[in-house]
């Protein structure tokens, strides 16, 4: 895991800022918190929780539920797996192993340059092209271990997709 970085508040006051202090808040402001740092800063959420009056353990919950949020840094770049079933038969599991060789990290990690955070992921409902990796917001189908280096654009791999 990497140590949560000093963050710099300024941005999150301005978050705070165009919401009114109220719970009902609390959703869109961790949305557009997770956007601007790309993660949910802890000393964050304490501003947050304290500037809207709602318990931090409250904060702490809302913001685990939702995938959609990170406790720790990202990388600049997220890689997903799909591990569904169609995919699962036909491969991913070999891509998370390349992965975790290419990078250094296995699923739910970042790399220590925070460049790229591994996830594995259900059917994305691409299930015609499995396997499935995900590679920020490009979508490789029929995806194959040797092709990983390329598909994370670090020029190895040999094979066009
Ligand atoms: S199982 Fe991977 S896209 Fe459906």
Redesign the pocket.
Known sequence: MIEQPCVDLAKAMDILGRYPAEEPSLIQVLQDVQRAYNYLPCDVLVKVADALGVPLAHVFSVSTFYKAFALDPQGDTIVKV?T?????IRG?GQLVEELERTLGIKPDQTTDDLKFTVKTVN?????AM???MIVGEKYWGNAKAARVGKYLGKGSGNDEN
């Open positions: 799909c569904g079933t169609a995919c699962h991913a059917c994305v409902g691409a299930c499995a396997p499935v």
